[in-house]
């Protein structure tokens, strides 16, 4: 397998062909196999997390809800103002997981929260 294949953002072996472009399915990274790797590597991360008021945050943050949150399973939400301690940051549409008091884990979009 050639090497202009491999993925610069995760390394993986499956990029393919999109015209001028080759294109990563497993994390969706676009690149082109003629430009350097290194100016590649040089593009900003992308995966930079905004409350709802443009504040980045970090794992450990601590966050708070901005409005209720129903609960898909349960009869009740999560209460706007609900203080949720110790965030870990990840990628997709839901990019905080955290555990809520009094009702376990949980995932929740960055919009709904600011930084506490």
Same mark, same amino acid.
């Given at each position: 397998?050639?090497?202009? $294949?491999?993925?610069?953002?995760?390394?993986?072996?499956?990029?393919?062909?999109?015209?001028?472009?080759?294109?990563?399915? +497993?994390?969706?990274? +676009?690149?082109?196999?003629?430009?350097?790797?290194?100016?590649?590597?040089?593009?900003?991360?992308?995966?930079?997390?905004?409350?709802?008021?443009?504040?980045?945050?970090? +794992?450990?943050?601590?966050?708070?809800?901005?409005?209720?949150?129903?609960?898909?399973?349960?009869?009740?939400?999560?209460?706007?103002?609900?203080?949720?301690? $110790?965030?870990?940051?990840?990628?997709?549409?839901?990019?905080?997981?955290?555990?809520? +008091?009094?009702?376990?884990?949980?995932?929740?979009?960055?919009?709904?929260?600011?930084?506490?």
């Amino acid at each position: 397998m050639s090497d202009s $294949n491999k993925c610069p953002n995760c390394q993986s072996l499956y990029g393919y062909p999109t015209g001028t472009s080759m294109m990563c399915p +497993e994390c969706g990274h +676009e690149w082109n196999p003629n430009e350097p790797v290194e100016a590649v590597a040089a593009e900003p991360d992308a995966s930079v997390v905004k409350d709802a008021n443009g504040n980045v945050l970090q +794992e450990g943050d601590t966050v708070v809800l901005i409005k209720d949150l129903p609960v898909k399973g349960s009869s009740k939400a999560i209460k706007a103002g609900t203080k949720v301690k $110790n965030i870990r940051l990840t990628t997709g549409d839901h990019n905080i997981d955290c555990k809520v +008091e009094g009702f376990g884990a949980m995932a929740l979009k960055s919009i709904f929260v600011k930084k506490g």
